[in-house]
């Protein structure tokens, strides 16, 4: 299988910082989106030392406007994150949008594109953490790295494609 990660972060002009992290899998966009579209799925793509845990009523029906209430730790110190569901685009693309939580500002873009026989996605994601920009280069771009990173090893595990 081959799969990519390509990340990048690198500062705004509005004090938002521009992470794009990219992982290719070789399966159909219309399986990897509904794959996305099950929220209880979030928890398999979460690195296990940060305690992630969907606290909403599920099942929850995924489309705009929908609210996703989580609880989570973050260098221990726990706790709670909404998010709303936008641009509801299936299978090609949705957003979510951080109404609460550990970061001043966050719009997560999903999106999905068929390349080379699987699925090309890309989680762009702008964000402002509480403290500013020195909390950022100390700890959040680390942190949001290693959870990408996870978050790729995790889809290659999920969607191996054929043995060669």
Do not use: C
């Amino acid at each position: 299988m081959q799969a990519e990660l390509d990340f990048i972060a690198s500062p705004r002009p509005e004090a938002l910082t521009r992470l794009v992290a990219q992982s290719w899998v070789p399966a159909d966009p219309d399986d990897v989106f509904a794959f996305y579209a099950d929220p209880a799925n979030l928890e398999r793509l979460m690195p296990p030392w940060i305690k992630f845990r969907i606290s909403s009523t599920q099942p929850i029906s995924m489309g705009n406007g929908a609210m996703i209430e989580y609880r989570l730790k973050i260098h221990g110190i726990p706790m709670k994150w909404t998010s709303e569901i936008r641009d509801w685009n299936p299978p090609h693309a949705f957003v979510d949008v951080q109404l609460g939580g550990p970061y001043r500002y966050w719009h997560h873009d999903h999106r999905f594109e068929a390349q080379d026989g699987g699925t090309l996605i890309t989680d762009e994601v702008d964000y402002a953490p509480w403290g500013g920009r020195l909390v950022d280069r100390l700890l959040v771009r680390r942190d949001l790295r290693q959870a990408f990173g996870y978050r790729h090893d995790g889809l290659a595990s999920i969607f191996p494609g054929p043995s060669s």
